[in-house]
């Protein structure tokens, strides 16, 4: 099985696919990792000097590879992957893959991405906390009707990692 993982920015994705790879005995990719050593460059700097139809393009690309050659995987993408090139279709209709949304409110992504917005080219220009929870409020609006089409959805809020990690098992199995 591959296990991908969906949801907003800093909703946890990557520290959370680590450790709930670690509990099952998987492997654990994540995609804008995987773009990184393909562009030998990082995503910031992808956006940059390609731009962002260039990242999507190669997103959807190495997506849709994964998906068919991987197996026992737990798989982290990035929080607009699901929201373009028909993606989210291409994750539901694999075979032998479960999709998880991880669940955060406008809060807890706001508290969080104030503090991580550096490496992320979307959001690195906002200064204030009020625009923060401007952006990002309208943003998760448009991206919800994507995320909420995971079979699973887990909520990260006021949780530690591990009290998600359990809640995904206790939903999977
Ligand atoms: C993006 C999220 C990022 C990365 C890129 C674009 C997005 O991944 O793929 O900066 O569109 O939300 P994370 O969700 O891991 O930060």
């Known amino acids: ?6 949801g907003y920015m800093a909703s946890g994705k990557t520290s959370i696919g680590k450790k709930l790879a670690e509990k099952l005995n998987y492997n654990f ?17 992808v956006f940059k000097e390609k731009g962002e139809i260039y990242f999507r393009k ?13 197996n026992n995987t737990i798989l982290s993408v990035g ?47 906002i200064e204030t906390t009020e625009e923060m929870t401007a952006f990002i409020g309208k943003h998760l609006f448009e991206r919800i009707q994507f995320y909420n ?11 530690t990692k591990d009290d998600v990690v359990e809640d995904i098992i206790l939903e999977l199995f």
Not at 29 to 45: A, Y
Not at 97 to 124: E, H, W
């Open 1 to 6: 099985m591959i296990i991908v993982l969906i």
């Open 29 to 45: 990719l994540d995609l804008d990792d995987f773009i990184e050593d393909r562009e030998n460059m990082s995503v910031t700097d």
């Open 58 to 70: 190669q997103e959807s690309h190495y997506l849709n590879r994964l998906l068919k050659s991987k």
């Open 79 to 125: 929080g607009g992957t699901p929201c373009y090139s028909g993606n989210i279709d291409v994750i539901l209709s694999a075979k032998n893959v479960k999709s998880i949304y991880l669940k955060a409110s406008l809060t807890t992504l706001v508290n969080k991405l104030m503090s991580k917005k550096a490496t992320r080219p979307l959001i690195a220009h």
């Open 149 to 159: 089409q995971a079979e699973i959805k887990v909520s990260i809020d006021n949780k």
